[in-house]
């Protein structure tokens, strides 16, 4: 069976920049994440037309902003609709690639690249600061290149996200308790969570050090924090409940 990969990035980048509001982000991250994985699945759809422009941005964009044109409750409906579309006929999703403003995808791709850069400084400020003298017990040895080069992916993806998403929120309602829109569900280790102690106790001192009152590294309750930190792993269960959908088959025809 086919594992569901890691949320890109670039997708919230395209729900956040690409819509007047999102009524219903949880339809709209689920589709985008389902379109990535059938985009691995079918690799006879011509999809390096999307790599040799963009990456893997642009199809992010277009399954939100399908989705989200009807932000009532048959958003849900429509989320399944696309799904099986993909499933059934995923050349017609794919046609719609063409239609998409390049001159909008490019401005992303800047963001994109900004936040990058944010991330992998503070990144390397609180491995500084780790190896200058906290209890570092239990935590992965970042003198290792491989263990430093995995972590760094870690926390710049989950760093990305807490951004955006904060932005997000910020944006189409600010009353909203954010903690009730997630529904990331992940793997934990005893080692994560340590090193991402050390990165909520520094990160944020860190971050107002070298970029202000204005910085990149926004304060959220624990909770919210824990939810971004471990969302890359996210398996075919945890989507089926989420989904609350009992006769979708999480599982694409593979071609």
Not at 62 to 71: F, G, Q
Not at 102 to 110: D, V
Not at 176 to 203: C, N, Y
Not at 215 to 237: H, M, Q, Y
Request: aromatic share 14%.
């Amino acid at each position: 069976m086919p594992q569901f990969v890691d949320l890109p990035c670039e997708m919230v980048v395209a729900i956040f920049k690409h819509l007047d509001y999102v009524n219903d982000l949880f339809s709209c991250m689920t589709t985008c994440r389902y379109f990535y994985r059938c985009s691995k699945a079918y690799r006879n759809l011509g999809l390096e037309m999307v790599v040799k422009h963009v990456g893997y941005l642009l199809p992010f964009a277009i399954a939100a902003e399908a989705v989200s044109d009807s932000p009532q409750p048959c958003s849900r409906a429509m989320a399944l609709k696309m799904f099986q579309c993909l499933q059934d006929d995923p050349g017609a999703l794919v046609n719609r690639l063409y239609h998409y403003p390049l001159e909008s995808l490019a401005y992303l791709q800047e963001m994109h690249d900004r936040m990058e850069i944010f991330a992998n400084l503070i990144f390397r400020g609180i491995c500084d600061h780790i190896t200058r003298g906290v209890n570092t017990r239990g935590l992965p040895n970042l003198s290792s290149p491989a263990v430093f080069a995995q972590q760094k992916k870690h926390f710049c993806r989950a760093f990305y996200r807490l951004e955006l998403y904060v932005r997000l929120f910020e944006k189409t309602n600010p009353r909203r308790d954010p903690g009730k829109e997630m529904f990331f569900f992940g793997t934990e280790s005893r080692d994560q969570i340590k090193l991402w102690s050390a990165v909520v106790e520094t990160g944020i001192e860190f971050n107002r050090d070298n970029f202000g009152d204005e910085g990149f590294l926004s304060e959220l309750p624990a909770t919210v924090i824990d939810d971004l930190k471990f969302s890359w792993n996210f398996d075919a269960p945890h989507l089926q409940r989420s989904l609350n959908i009992g006769y979708y088959n999480s599982r694409p025809r593979m071609v």
